[in-house]
């Protein structure tokens, strides 16, 4: 086994093997960090503990909640280390690349539609794809370069969350089972904070979502938009602030639509024959309008404006500050405001 990896189970994982336990626990600790020494899974020993006599799962979680966060905390600290120190390593190259991928796409958004459309796929979606990856990578993107040793410590602790919580759920503990749940969002915290994305940005992010709360915004319209608002921000746009008012234009131009089997700009309701009609209408303005028929999936619906060249334009507009989005079945609607 890797030394290093040694001394962390050494440090973090040396349960006492006494008097203290009784002996099926003190086997079952055993067995447990021999598993993890070798590698190996640990589904059948977690089901096992189903079984165990009520004391024995008392004795156990007692010594599973002295170690978990110890080891929980090793890890994340040297993940984040990790995460800073090749954030770090590479920031020129990275930065020179993002500013590369960057310009290459704004060369085709600035292009005549008719050319621009193949090279929305062939130029720009790759662009936006890899700028993803370098300004908000995954946790399992930032551990595919990482260190054996840190690999090693992350199966650990996962482990340990997956012993934990099965130990806890077999006890029927009223302390929640939700170890691997905390350490995958502290993953992800983590990463967040070793990518490149602005603050203003992720603010006006945060800000969006305290919107969508309240005023109880469909949660795919509100994941439509955060979407739109990371391609902006990936290709070193600003991100648009939730209009609640363009959503309820935009929804309603999308019900619209799906009832009266139209599929336009233009409405034949009347009072509301423009984009810029049905936004005056629910007491906002607009600049701009996409639309979309085919799945009530809102990634679907991005994708297919990003590359149609006239809807991509709208989406990437240096211009626009607001966005609305509004769904009605398989109907799109998205409203843009300056």
């Known amino acids: 086994m890797n030394p290093l990896l040694r001394l962390f189970l050494a440090a973090c994982l040396l349960f006492p093997l006494s008097a203290r336990a009784q002996q099926a626990v003190d086997e079952l600790l055993a067995t ?6 070798q590698g190996g899974e640990i589904d059948d020993l977690c ?11 008392k004795a156990l979680v007692t010594q599973l909640e002295k170690t978990w966060p110890g080891v929980r905390d090793r890890y994340l600290s ?18 020179r690349r993002i500013r590369e991928l960057r310009a290459s796409f704004m060369g085709v958004y600035a292009m005549e539609e008719g050319p621009m459309k193949p090279k929305l796929k062939e130029v720009s979606k790759p662009a936006v794809d890899e700028l993803r990856k370098l300004l908000s990578p995954t946790p399992d993107e930032l551990l595919s370069t990482a260190q054996p040793v840190l690999k090693m410590q992350r199966d650990a602790a996962r482990k340990l969350a997956q012993f934990r919580d099965a130990a ?23 990463a967040g904070e070793a990518g490149g994305l602005p603050r203003d940005g992720l603010k006006i992010l945060e800000k969006n979502r305290k919107t969508v709360e309240d005023e109880e915004v469909p949660a ?25 008012k363009l959503c309820e ?7 619209d639509m799906a009832e009266q089997g139209f599929f336009a700009h233009e409405s034949p309701v009347p009072g509301k024959k423009t984009p810029w009609d049905r936004a005056a209408k629910a007491g906002t303005t607009a600049s701009g309008e996409n639309i979309y028929a085919g799945s009530p999936d ?3 619906a991005n994708m297919g404006w990003f590359y149609s060249p006239g809807h991509h334009k709208n989406m990437f507009s240096p211009g626009q500050r607001r966005i609305g989005l509004g769904q009605h079945g398989s109907h799109w609607t998205q409203l843009f405001g300056g």
């Open 220 to 244: 795919e319209e509100a994941r439509g938009i955060e979407e739109c608002n990371l391609l902006r921000l990936y290709v070193g746009l600003g991100a648009l602030e939730l209009d609640p």
């Open 168 to 190: 806890l759920d077999a006890m029927l503990s009223s302390t929640p089972a939700d170890s691997r749940e905390q350490l995958a969002a502290a993953e992800v915290k983590v």
């Open 78 to 95: 040297a993940f984040t280390a990790a995460s800073k120190q090749g954030a770090g390593g590479s920031r020129n190259e990275g930065q």
């Open 249 to 255: 234009a935009a929804r309603d131009h999308s019900k």
């Open 298 to 300: 809102s990634h679907s």
């Open 47 to 57: 089901a096992s503990l189903e079984t165990l006599e009520s004391a024995h799962q």
């Open 32 to 37: 447990f960090q021999s598993r993890l020494e």
